[in-house]
């Protein structure tokens, strides 16, 4: 069964299971203690750390090693922050964060900080001038990611960071999506990754804090990772992931050819074989292995489990997913279809009839979703056509008004106007995605008794 969603998880890397498992036997002691086993234990703690940090970019004593990415996100954004407090409370980060870096912004906020969002473009990308103008003389931290874990558009670090070193202000990089592929260029100040995301064991995040930066561990006061990461070391998970992480580095160059054009095989299909569809995120700056494109009239969640059952696990950016109900931020800020996604992701090794068994599976899979559900064919003209039309999608949750609006713009004459009643938080943000996907125009959200009224008027 192909599995095909390694941006959530690499599988186990062979170098790291090798790793592991010898390292068992030699560091289960306390590499704080001085007798034998003790000095073994620190010894291979010692060498993860270097091959970490020449793998990161930094030096030894640079870097800690975290119980996770998110853990080392948490403890970068807090640490900085309470290191430059006297400079300010205020953090900038882009709109298309981790939710990690996003819940860390939230609870500065909830303690009387603030922070500002900084928008991005229609691939994901921030403009580094944007970002710049974002800074402000209390910004004590800015933050943002190498490269986006739903879309794989990758963001301009090195140029954010010449404009944020020459504001005084330090850039914590979330690495965890790019750090497997190559280190992260620029002048970046903190940088937290996460050893499951390229083929290393759960458990094992990644905290590098340069030196000269201000930075004040949170918490009770731990005397292990320099303070900044409280409790015993997961030795030999640690060592799997640095040895996994120097192994995966050695193979990127050729590996990321490979998995690159089998992408550019999957975003150039995609289009070709599936109707009413977008591949979203940027087509050059971007991830080697990962893609992600837009199905109108379709859920994600669905395609999703159709998809599982004809063998094949990708996962999906849609907006209403069975357990929150709310919008992917990513996409939101894109401003692209927040249904209907799926999101593509080749682990090390995908072969090329992986990849065409996929795409002969997947124009099957989209119809049958959209057949279920009722959405056209196409907006046939109607023979007597409405000058507008009313739809009324009360209590019917995307991608239904959605698929209720392309029923019927077609009987309205060009220039005419269909009008969709909805309560779902989604349509607000895919009926805008879908005029700008055919070519209508959306002229914006008015009040309603029940819900919100979203005009758009037929171009074509």
Known sequence: MPYFDAASSAPLHPVARQALLASLDEGWADPARLY???RRAAVLLDAAREAAAEAVGCRPDELAFTSSGTRAVHAAVTGAL???????????????EHSSVLHSAAAL????????EVPVDRTGAVDPSEYGRALRPDTALACLQ??????????????TAEICADAGVPLMV???QSLGWAPVPGRWSLLAASAHKWGGPAGVG???????????????ADERESGRAAGFENIPAIVAAAASLRAVRAEAEAEAVRLRALVDRIRAAVG?????VEVVGDPVRRLPHLVTFSCLYVDGETVLHELDRAGFSVSSGSSCTSSTLTPSHVLKAMGVLTEGNIRVSLPAGTTEEEVGAFLDVLPGVVAGVREKLGAPSSAAPSPTPRASLVVDALGRRCPIPVIELAKVIGEVPVGGTVTVLSDDEAARLDIPAWCAMRE????????????SAYVVRRLL
């Open 146 to 159: 190498s490269a986006n874990h739903e879309v794989g558009t990758e963001q301009p670090v090195a140029e």
């Open 82 to 96: 309470s290191g430059r407090r006297r400079v300010g409370r205020h953090l900038a980060l882009s709109a298309v």
């Open 36 to 38: 034998r086993e003790g």
């Open 109 to 116: 906020a909830a303690e009387g900080g603030s922070f500002t």
């Open 440 to 451: 209508q125009e959306y002229v914006g959200e008015e009040p309603a008794d029940r819900g």
């Open 174 to 176: 979330d690495a965890a």
């Open 206 to 220: 990644l905290l590098a804090v340069r030196k000269g930066v201000r930075f004040a561990p949170q918490g009770p």
């Open 272 to 276: 070709a074989l599936v109707p009413d």
